[in-house]
């Protein structure tokens, strides 16, 4: 059992930052790639970035590229997404995830994914 706890959220300007956290408890957090996605209203839930068990492997969706960093701390059980250059798009709940053993790392499909936090929100505002 995997929980996972997610914070920072908030409301932003454009071309503001946020800084989100995620702490992991209940299983050896050092053993799992993690994930984060996003849900905005009204649409599907979204794959934002993904970071390897070691932190060397990192994927990120288009949309982000360029603009958000994902980064982890074994020791302190913690995965971070660091967001810069905001859009109003970017609005959304935003979830991490830990994927299911032997899925790949880096999976952009949630259904790779089987413990989730309870999302935190983040508004950018035009």
């Known amino acids: 059992q995997v929980q996972l706890v997610e914070s920072g959220g908030g409301l932003v300007q454009a071309g503001g930052s946020l800084r989100l956290s995620c702490a992991a408890s209940?299983?050896?957090?050092?053993?799992?790639?993690m994930g984060w996605f996003r849900r905005a209203p009204g649409k599907e839930r979204e794959f934002v970035a993904a970071?390897?068990?070691?932190?060397?492997?990192?994927y990120y969706a288009d949309s982000v590229k360029g603009r958000f960093t994902i980064s982890r701390d074994n020791a302190k059980n913690t995965v971070w997404l660091q967001m810069n250059s905001l859009k109003p798009e970017d609005t959304a709940v935003y979830y991490c995830?830990?994927?299911?053993?032997?899925?790949?790392?880096?999976?952009?499909?949630?259904?790779?994914?089987?413990?989730w936090g309870q999302g935190t929100q983040v508004t950018v505002s035009s």
């Open positions: 970071i390897g068990w070691s932190g060397g492997n990192l």
């Open positions: 209940g299983r050896t957090f050092r053993n799992y790639a």
């Open positions: 995830a830990v994927p299911r053993p032997y899925s790949p790392v880096g999976s952009t499909w949630e259904g790779d994914y089987d413990y």
